[in-house]
């Protein structure tokens, strides 16, 4: 058993290499995703495996996001399992109504007699393009009932919940945050993380609904995904030359949420800080800290408190979008704030 | 305007009352005085008056409904026109909370009894905190908050639970060979227990004590209990003459009718004096209201009808609150003297022993007298030992010449 | 065509009369059920239409794949959704053929090839040809039927769909049903060609416009787009002109359509047309079909006295289903 050193770029490949190689139902549809020369995608994920597999099951389209979605939900309902992507995630918005009136109410309305089994990525987060290609989106897939909602922090996450979603039998969504997939082989975000870690060759699931506790602390339970978790960690080592020793919560899995590890992590250090990337208003923080005030209510020494992106569009001047996505200093002060009483 | 009617203190217990019924409805015209509703607490049933003239714009508890002290009950606006839109919600809301709060109790709130205002003061505290402080039976209000809102923390807590074991392990344990009856701390006695505890914990007492010569006012009381029982009057007690001088007494010294509010002392106009009167299960404090404008034969009538509602619990809200000072004779018990602690916020209060006869030196001769000792326990943040002494002396000379009180016949309405 | 008619086998055209006559008796029932308030729910009425549904699923086997519309009766029963299943459904029962939870717009089998029918206009018509691409990449010889009205053919979807389908070769045929209205705005208004048909060329693909009202010539015309997209030749867009002789929905009076509009439409209805035709070209007496009229009232009767007798679905069936694979 061998593992790579990957970004998270690399990992997705992977995942749907191996799940491709699997079964021949996995399928990948979308724009630019297969073309012999091309880019592979949005940010190279599916570059190479038209080579492998060839263009009818990389399969490129004209620009029409409701169809791509539609399609994918028309694949899925006779039993093959398409993987969509959107080239940035802002695009979904084009084809809403698939998303939501047709690939997550289908199972339901039908009792069950027909399943949605589909992945559809989505490159979101902020990276100087400005309001139309920068959102995250959790918030509005979350709020759907019938869909799954999955983000990523790292490589090895990314790979073993790509895998888990293609074999989900729901239809999942699938968020990417641009600054994190990795400069290797392909297009570098300015500002990007690019982290790299070991991955396993083999495939691998992460079930979905579960989070990951990235780093044990008594002081503050701190919640985060995708990117933020990175800028919570970096908080959380500056926090502990004062003293404030912080848990880092990952939060990976948005719907199903496991809403249990987190209670637990709670009741331990009773105060929870939740840091998203998303416009504060309605965002998925929104609806952690509303369960969990109904359910930890009584072990809570602060208020729940959210670090989040400010309800307005993306603006693209660096200088504004630095002020807009939150950051490492604010997250800092918050959790002194909450500590501190 | 608009402005909350809130369930004040009842005295009795300080904990969760019912009400039982509701004697206005929305738009009635309500004069300050008139009862509006009908309470229940742990020890008696009672009604509850305006305090203010107004309408009664919307009626916010069932009746039936368990709430907490200071719950507003109902608003009242001067205006009949007033919409009531917008107004902040109450504590209600615990009620009513998805939450299953079966086995948590109501967080208990502190009474403020200044003469100003009938409301009440929230403690800040984080929920954990609450309950934390319930858990280890320390009332909130004896816990100094640490949070920049000065909310109550859970350090603070922490703190409270272990400077409470230290004061705890000085004291060894006692081993029963007996038979131990175990009775929970509730009701009457729960408000003793954190009242006392409190008075103690908070406020620096000072005491001072004169022993008084009685032998006119037994005389005097005498004839006035002659010319009472000829007019159908009640007769005046040693009590009653004591109310009378201790309230003319605070007109002389009034910085001991004061309370100390921390970063304020209040000193009240009014002197309103609270009769200690004992009961099986504990004790009670009813108010004379006005006590320096009330004559001794009013008094009598008064603290006649008090122990008379003592005995049958009837007392009412008005009853029970606004004391600035109080009184309390153990003398029938034959007591020489005692001391008492102070009920807060009050300042003062003045503790009386058993009137006894005793040889002593009168115009150079040994002679029986009757003597009286007084002992006063004062705030000393408020009253120093010179204002203490002046009262006492003050209040021993009115007692050694009762004429100086002047006799009126009782008025017709007492309050 | 018309020589071509008469090569159908008598089977083949007496059930099709069957079906029509089943799908108007029933949805006639369903009206004044409606009319005496005992409907629990909305109706999209399909008569004067039937020769459409019951051409088009003549021409298809069983698990070829239909996708329907808020319109999808007609379409259902000519399938071979059973019609106390759909009666059922309507009626919001447990025994509905999505046990209440689809109701009239959503009806489904997955058993005879019906995924479950879409009540957002034109949003099964990329959906369709989804599903087409899955069929080819399974390697199967199944087919897709898209079902849309005049109305959907402006949709973004529409376009999105048919250019996906035309462009990835897809085993579709589009069935447009142009019944000239879209709810009450009249085709006029909303598109300025003579013929939806006009549009396949946009695509690069073949389109038709044909008469709605004849029930054979529907058939053969499918029959052919069929076999085209079976053999891999691609999608085709069928536009058959057609008339709905009831109001959009069921609280619609039709206050838009001049009387004399509707007679002359009426006066074409695909049932008449065919009963002349098996009399004419096929020989047979008016007993059979009379036969057949009165099996349908009984059969009607039957499916909605079960609707209105079966039991509601249990409560907990709010909550169950909404994701696959964790039992419910």
């Known amino acids: ?341 | 305007m608009i402005f909350e009617i809130v369930i004040p203190n009842l005295g009795a217990t300080g904990s969760d009352v019912v009400i039982d019924d509701w004697l206005v409805r929305p738009g009635d015209y309500v004069e300050a005085g008139k009862p509006i509703y009908v309470v229940s607490t742990d020890k008696a049933t009672v009604e509850v008056e305006a305090f203010r003239n107004g309408y009664i714009r919307e009626l916010l508890v069932e009746p039936g409904t368990r709430i907490p002290l200071g719950t507003v009950v109902a608003l009242i606006t001067d205006s009949p026109d007033l919409r009531v839109d917008g107004f902040p919600d109450n504590n209600l809301n615990e009620l009513t909370s998805s939450h299953d709060v079966g086995q948590i109790e109501r967080p208990e709130k502190w009474v403020g009894e200044s003469g100003n205002e009938l409301g009440m003061r929230r403690i800040l505290a984080s929920p954990l905190a609450r309950r934390l402080a319930r858990e280890a039976r320390i009332p909130l209000e004896n816990i100094k908050g640490s949070g920049k809102q000065g909310q109550i923390l859970r350090r603070d807590v922490q703190q409270a639970i272990d400077s409470q074991h230290l004061s705890k392990s000085i004291f060894p344990g006692v081993g029963s060979e007996g038979r131990v009856v175990s009775v929970p701390v509730s009701g009457m006695r729960r408000s003793i227990v954190q009242r006392t505890q409190l008075s103690k914990s908070d406020i620096p007492h000072y005491y001072a004590s004169v022993t008084i010569d009685m032998s006119e006012a037994k005389a005097f009381l005498l004839e006035t209990k002659a010319f009472a029982e000829k007019k159908g009057w009640s007769s005046p007690t040693i009590t009653d003459l004591s109310i009378r001088a201790a309230a003319s007494a605070l007109r002389q010294s009034p910085q001991i009718n004061a309370s100390f509010q921390g970063e304020e002392i209040l000193y009240y106009e009014d002197i309103h004096i609270g009769l200690v009167i004992g009961l099986p299960e504990g004790i009670q404090v009813p108010v004379i209201h006005h006590a320096d404008r009330k004559s001794l034969y009013t008094l009598a009538a008064i603290t006649d009808r008090l122990k008379e509602k003592a005995k049958t619990g009837a007392f009412t809200s008005q009853d029970l609150i606004g004391s600035t000072f109080s009184i309390s004779n153990l003398g029938m018990f034959g007591l020489d003297s005692f001391i008492a602690v102070i009920n807060p916020p009050e300042a003062g209060i003045l503790a009386l022993g058993a009137v006894q006869q005793i040889p002593a030196v009168w115009n150079d001769q040994v002679v029986p007298r009757w003597r009286m000792t007084a002992v006063l326990s004062v705030d000393h943040r408020v009253v120093d030992g010179i204002v203490a002494a002046r009262f006492l002396d003050e209040f021993r000379q009115l007692l050694e010449h009762p004429v100086v009180l002047s006799l009126t016949a009782p008025e017709e309405n007492s309050e | ?328």
């Open chain 1, 1 to 341: 058993m061998s593992s790579y050193a990957m970004t998270m770029a690399e990992a997705l490949r992977d995942a749907l290499r191996l799940a491709m190689r699997q079964d021949p139902r996995v399928f990948i549809i979308g724009e630019d995703v297969g073309i012999a020369g091309g880019f592979g995608g949005g940010f190279t994920v599916t570059l190479g495996l038209s080579d492998e597999f060839g263009h009818e099951r990389v399969m490129d389209t004209p620009i029409s996001e409701i169809a791509i979605i539609g399609a994918a939900v028309g694949a899925a309902l006779t039993g093959m399992r398409p993987v969509a992507e959107m080239q940035y995630g802002d695009f979904v918005f084009c084809g809403m109504d698939q998303v939501i009136n047709q690939a997550a109410k289908i199972h339901y309305m039908s009792d069950g007699q027909f399943s949605v089994p589909l992945v559809l990525r989505l490159p979101v987060g902020a990276s100087r393009r400005g309001a139309q290609h920068s959102q995250c989106s959790e918030a509005y897939f979350m709020h759907t009932p019938g869909l799954k909602v999955v983000s990523p922090s790292n490589p090895y996450d990314a790979k073993g919940m790509l895998l888990a979603s293609i074999w989900d039998n729901n239809p999942v969504i699938f968020l990417e945050h641009k600054l994190l997939y990795g400069g290797k082989g392909g297009r570098k975000e300015k500002t990007s993380l690019d982290p790299i870690m070991e991955v396993p060759e083999e495939a691998y699931e992460i079930p979905l609904g579960t989070v990951a506790v990235k780093r044990q602390g008594k002081d503050i339970t701190i919640l985060a995904n995708m990117l933020m978790v990175h800028r919570a960690l970096e908080a959380a080592e500056i926090l502990s030359q004062e003293g404030i020793d912080a848990e880092v919560i990952d939060v990976r899995c948005l719907v199903p949420l496991d809403l249990a590890t987190i209670e637990i992590s709670v009741q331990k250090t009773t105060r929870v800080l939740i840091v998203e990337e998303d416009n504060l208003t309605g965002g998925w923080g929104a609806e952690v800290a509303a369960r969990l005030a109904e359910k930890a209510f009584y072990y809570l020494d602060a208020p729940i408190t959210r670090v989040a992106a400010p309800d307005v569009p993306v603006p693209c001047a660096p200088i504004l979008e630095s002020i807009y996505v939150p950051s490492v200093e604010k997250v800092v002060i918050a959790v002194r704030e909450l500590v501190n009483g």
């Open chain 3, 1 to 328: 065509m018309k020589a071509d008619d008469r090569k159908i086998p008598l089977a083949i055209v007496m059930d099709m009369f069957r079906r029509m006559v089943l799908i108007r008796v029933f949805e006639d029932r369903l009206y004044h059920l409606f009319l005496q308030g005992l409907v629990p729910g909305t109706l999209h009425q399909y008569q004067g239409q039937e020769a459409i549904a019951v051409g088009v699923c003549s021409a298809l086997r069983e698990d070829d794949f239909i996708f329907s519309t808020h319109r999808p009766v007609g379409h259902a029963i000519a399938k071979g959704v059973p019609l106390t299943a759909i009666a059922a459904e309507i009626w919001g029962k447990g025994t509905g053929c999505a046990r209440g939870r689809g109701g009239q717009m959503h009806l489904v089998d997955a058993s005879i090839g019906m995924p479950p029918s879409n009540a957002i206009v034109g949003a099964n018509i990329p959906i369709a040809a989804g599903a087409a691409i899955g069929f080819k990449l399974l390697g199967l010889d199944r087919i897709v039927i898209s079902f849309f009205g005049d109305g959907a053919s402006n949709t973004g979807a529409f376009h999105e769909g048919l250019n996906l389908a035309a462009v990835k070769n897809a085993p579709v045929v589009f069935v447009c049903e142009n019944n000239q209205y879209a709810a009450s705005t009249h085709i006029t208004l909303t598109t300025r060609i003579e013929a939806i048909a006009e549009r396949a060329m946009a695509y690069g693909i073949p389109g038709y416009s044909l008469d709605g009202m004849d029930i054979l010539g529907v058939y053969q015309s499918v029959v052919a787009a069929v076999d085209r997209a079976r053999k891999g030749e691609g999608p085709t867009l069928l536009e058959f002109k057609t008339y709905r002789f009831m109001g959009h929905s069921r609280g619609d009076p039709g206050g838009y359509r001049l009387k004399q509009e509707v007679d002359e439409w009426r006066v074409r209805d695909p049932i008449l047309r065919l009963r002349n035709k098996l009399h004419t070209d096929f020989d047979q007496g008016e007993q059979p079909l009379l036969e057949i009229e009165a099996q349908a009232q009984v059969e009607v009767e039957n499916a909605i006295q079960f609707a209105i007798s079966s039991p509601d679905p249990a409560a907990e069936e709010t909550f169950s289903r909404v994701f696959a694979g964790e039992g419910g």
